[in-house]
Structures are given as structure tokens and as C-alpha cells.
């Protein structure tokens, strides 16, 4: 499967990060976080980087143009439906998770691959929330 299009769920420093990555590597973007204002806080954030990476020289003004371009920010979970890759890297929350990857269970294409970002929750706990334990739904790396 080729992947195209990535979504991020959180836009925070982790978020952030995999977001901006994930545009500078070529990839369209849809990053969320909870409401407008951390969503406006974690682009900006994106943006300062790609600023100082250009003040640096590390890269061009068109190529912080065309990562800036790739990617788009969205407080709606179904905006994430055409995405090939979901990335979830919100907080440190078993609740939260299980309640995020069952509407993404919903939502995104059934080739779609749902990962977390997780550094000590079990993946296989977060994973009992979606339909990948019946064969029918999605890889939860």
C-alpha cells in the first residue's frame, strides 16, 4: 500500500514534530488537536521552526512554502477519512486513546494504519477499542 496522506492527532511538540516531518518528506498533512486554539498554537509552532531552518539556511523559502502548503489543520476527526496513515500523539491517557482510535475505527478507510506515539501505554489495550482483533478493520502499530 503506498501511503499519501498522513493524519496527526495532537498537535502539541510530538505532534507537532511528526506532522512537520511527515509534510517536509512530501507527504499531504491533516494534523488536529482538541479545539482552534492549541490547533493555532501547534502550527505556529511548525511555522517558527521552518522559519528558523530558513534563517539558517538548512532550507529554502519555498520549500517551508511547499511543507506549509502540505499541511492542514482541522479540530474534526472525520477529516481524517481519507487518510492512508493516522499517527495519534495525544496525552499520555488510556481513556483518551481507546475513545480516539474507535472513532478513527469509524472513520478512516479500512487500508487505513492507525499508530500511537505512545511511550508506556499498551498498544495492544489501545488496539481492543477498533475492529483489527476480527481481521475487518485496521493495523494499530
Do not use: W
Not at 8 to 29: D, H, L, R, T
Not at 50 to 78: P, Y
Amino acid at each position: 500500500m503506498e501511503i499519501k496522506k498522513v493524519g496527526v492527532v495532537g498537535c502539541g511538540i510530538m505532534g507537532g514534530g511528526i506532522a512537520q516531518v511527515s509534510a517536509q518528506s512530501g507527504y499531504e498533512v491533516v494534523a488536529s488537536e482538541i479545539n482552534e486554539e492549541l490547533l493555532n498554537k501547534g502550527l505556529a509552532a511548525i511555522n517558527s521552526i521552518l522559519t528558523r531552518s530558513v534563517d539558517k539556511g538548512r532550507i529554502s523559502q519555498e520549500d517551508k512554502d511547499a511543507t506549509l502548503a502540505r499541511i492542514k489543520g482541522t479540530t474534526n476527526t472525520k477529516d481524517f477519512a481519507d487518510c492512508d496513515l493516522v499517527i495519534e500523539a495525544i496525552i499520555e491517557n488510556m481513556d483518551l486513546k481507546k475513545k480516539l482510535f474507535a472513532e478513527l475505527d469509524k472513520v478512516c478507510p479500512k487500508h487505513a494504519i492507525l499508530a500511537s506515539n505512545t511511550s508506556c501505554l499498551s498498544v495492544i489495550d489501545m488496539a481492543k477499542a477498533t475492529n483489527s482483533g476480527t481481521g475487518a478493520g485496521h493495523a494499530l502499530l
